[in-house]
């Protein structure tokens, strides 16, 4: 929503381990298997296209845009994300489609290792109960049956691992702006976003 007020590219960087994840349970590999998944980050082509929900992804040229939407395939492209080869491929592939500027672009690790020289960082947070709540809002209207105890449960199993993995760890970077949308709904934060970034561009001036 950002990005379509600003004309801005919108990249979604989660969207791209998303895809390799899939791509790994359709070839049956095993998570635990480093150097197959490995080899097959690299040879995968994943392509973001804007759209009028965001991004289109598209893996080796078919589009996955709800296919990589499962929490089966989120706990999978968590685990494969803390692979150090894995994310060099994906943070080298983002900093390209970043590189002319004019981005608005989400992940974990954008501020503290994909482009810590970003004009604006936006450490967006909630409390856990409230995100587990919106994401079991949100399987439950693509008609997925994850309770809402089990939903905590991934969020808080991939948030540990997001933080304890040694390449690219989730930290709020030291000249982030902390968020908490905790008690804001969309329109409200994506309010709060575009008066913080008119901000920055003032002080750029």
């Given at each position: 929503?950002?990005?379509?007020?600003?004309?801005?590219?919108?990249?979604?960087?989660?969207?791209?381990?998303?895809?390799?994840?899939?791509?790994?349970?359709?070839?049956h590999l095993s998570l635990d298997n480093t150097k197959d998944i490995i080899t097959l980050a690299s040879r995968s082509s994943i392509e973001l296209h804007p759209s009028h929900q965001g991004c289109q992804v598209f893996l080796?040229?078919?589009?996955?845009?709800?296919?990589?939407?499962?929490?089966?395939?989120?706990?999978?492209?968590?685990?494969?994300?803390?692979?150090?080869?894995?994310?060099?491929?994906m943070v080298q592939a983002q900093q390209y489609l970043g590189r002319n500027g004019s981005v608005v672009m989400e992940g974990r690790d954008i501020g503290t290792k994909v482009?810590?020289?970003a004009d604006l960082k936006i450490f967006l947070d909630a409390s856990e109960t409230t995100r587990a709540q919106r994401r079991f809002d949100q399987n439950r209207r693509k008609k997925q049956s994850l309770s809402l105890k089990k939903t905590l449960q991934e969020i808080q199993q991939r948030d540990q691992r997001d933080r304890q993995r040694t390449d690219s760890p989730l930290v709020q970077a030291q000249d982030a702006i902390y968020l908490d949308t905790s008690?804001?709904?969309?329109?409200?934060?994506?309010?709060?976003?575009?008066r913080l970034i008119k901000v920055t561009e003032k002080n750029h001036i």
């Open positions: 929503m950002v990005a379509h007020q600003l004309g801005y590219l919108y990249i979604d960087s989660g969207a791209m381990y998303r895809a390799v994840g899939l791509k790994a349970m359709q070839n080796d040229g078919i589009d996955v845009s709800e296919a990589i939407r499962t929490e089966t395939v989120s706990q999978a492209a968590s685990r494969i994300s803390s692979i150090p080869e894995v994310r060099r491929l482009f810590p020289d008690k804001k709904d969309i329109n409200e934060v994506v309010k709060e976003i575009l």
